[in-house]
Structures are given as C-alpha cells and as structure tokens.
C-alpha cells in the first residue's frame, strides 16, 4: 500500500472513529375531528442520523395510513415521504443545510410526487429557511425566521425559540386543489425545551394560518390542502446511555380548503425511540 493509501485509509478510520450514528423510530396515531374526509390514521417512520465533525447527514423515511370517508373519496389514504438533509458547521458562529424531500400519495395527485428543496443558513442564535415546493400545477415559497436564546439556572438547561413562517402560493388558481386558498399566508410560534438531567420536557405553540407548509426543519411537509391554524404541542422525555424516549402530543385546528369545511381538529399521539451506535 502506497503512503498517500495509508494517509487515506486513517484519515477516513480516524473520521468515523468520531462519528455518531443514531437511528430513531417513530410511531403516531392520528385522530380527525369535524373532519369530512379523515377519520382516523397512523403513521411509522424510520431516521438515521450520521454526525461526523463539522457535517451531518439525515434520511427519513415515513409512512402514513388514513381512514377517509367514502364518498367523497374513492378508497383509504396511503402516503410515502421520503426526506433528505445536510447540514454543516462552518465555524462557531455560522452554520448552513440542504434538504430535500418528496412525496407519493395514493389520492391527493396535486401534490404526488412533489419535489420540496430547501436552504437554510444559521449565525448565532438566528436562523433563516428557505423553501420552494414544486407541484404539478402550483409552487409554493416559504421563508423561515427563527430566533434562539439558551440559559442555565442551577441543574436546569432552558431553551427558548421564537419564529415566523411566511407562504406565497403561485398559480394557486390553476386547479382545484388549491383554488381557494389565498395567495399569501403567515404564522408564528414559539418553542421551549427544558434539560434536567436525563429528563427533557418540551411546549409550543402556532398562531395564524399556514397552508403547505413545511415544518420541523424540513422533516415534515404539509401537502394537503388544509389550512392549518392554532397548534399547540407539548412533549417529554428521557436520556439512557443507549439512546432515548420521546412522547409528544400536538393540537391543531384546520379548514378543508376546497370544500370551505372549518372546524377540523386533528390530534396527534407520537412515540419515539432513539438508538445510538
């Protein structure tokens, strides 16, 4: 074996020599109320993580079964996801990703097989997303700003973020699908995360209306056509040496855009588990 081959070989066992690889599971039910499509439905998803010095690298895989109402619709709602992400450090101060998701629905073909790409890019505690999602017959941009302030009061680490989420819909007229809805939306929240030993406890909250949006950092995408509007979230957890576990519960309100049906409530019940290796 040449030098350059051993410089090569160590450099890549010293690279993955620290790096952290996590595969977390998720299971979630889902349950409509007021709804004149949905019922109810589950969701499973798969995310492997691979954190190596300055980069990581995200792969999530989900899959959703829903219960609708037949009529109006023809047959149960069945939806792959599939998300990609990469992000980097660029110094202690600065820090930028690349995401990428796409989506197979069985029903909704307005937006099966849309393509959503975003960029994002961190200095100190402000962020910035952008997103473009690409459907047969209308695109969405999405701008994201965020705000994070981090402070410590005796064994207890706090986390505060507040951030405002700002849609443009265009040829929004060129379908059914989302001819009703308006060219412009907008909504902000605010996030808490509390760190007290092992244990780890989380709120939040949604105001204002959003349609097609893109959430949680890009591993979630909206893509039917409700228009949701108030959505609070609360959740709790804890650290093993092996990984950890994560409850979460999320309240939100909607409207079926197409049909003008408001008053749709949707709950969520997820469970994750985290494995490290």
Not at 27 to 35: K, M, T
Not at 233 to 240: E, I, R, T, V, W
Request: zero cysteines; charged letters at 20%; glycine letters at 8%.
């Amino acid at each position: 074996m040449t030098t350059n081959k051993i410089l090569l070989v160590s450099t890549l066992l010293l690279t993955f020599a620290h790096a952290t690889d996590k595969l977390t599971l998720s299971y979630e039910n889902l349950y409509f109320s007021g709804s004149k499509k949905k019922d109810q439905g589950q969701r499973e998803g798969i995310k492997y993580s691979h954190k190596d010095g300055l980069n990581q690298y995200e792969i999530l895989y989900e899959r959703t079964d829903t219960k609708t109402y037949q009529p109006p619709l023809s047959k149960d709602l069945a939806v792959n996801k599939y998300y990609v992400k990469y992000s980097r450090t660029l110094d202690e101060t600065q820090h930028f990703s690349l995401s990428y998701a796409t989506i197979d629905d069985n029903l909704m073909k307005e937006t099966d097989g849309g393509h959503i790409y975003g960029v994002g890019y961190g200095y100190k505690q402000f962020d910035i997303k952008q997103y473009v999602s690409d459907y047969k017959h209308f695109n969405v941009y999405q701008t994201d700003v965020s705000y994070g302030v981090e402070t410590a009061w005796n064994a207890w680490e706090l986390h505060a973020k507040v951030l405002g989420k700002y849609m443009h819909l265009e040829d929004r007229k060129s379908n059914n699908f989302s001819k009703n809805a308006k060219e412009n939306y907008s909504t902000v929240g605010v996030k808490l995360h509390a760190h007290y030993e092992s244990y780890h406890f989380g709120a939040g909250a949604f105001f204002g209306e959003r349609i097609f949006a893109v959430m949680n950092d890009g591993f979630k995408v909206q893509h039917h056509a409700m228009a949701f509007d108030k959505t609070y979230m609360l959740g709790l957890g804890k650290h093993f040496s092996w990984g950890g576990v994560h409850v979460k519960y999320v309240y939100q309100e909607a409207t079926e855009v197409p049909i003008h049906n408001e008053g749709v409530e949707v709950q969520n019940l997820i469970v994750q588990v985290g494995y490290k290796f």
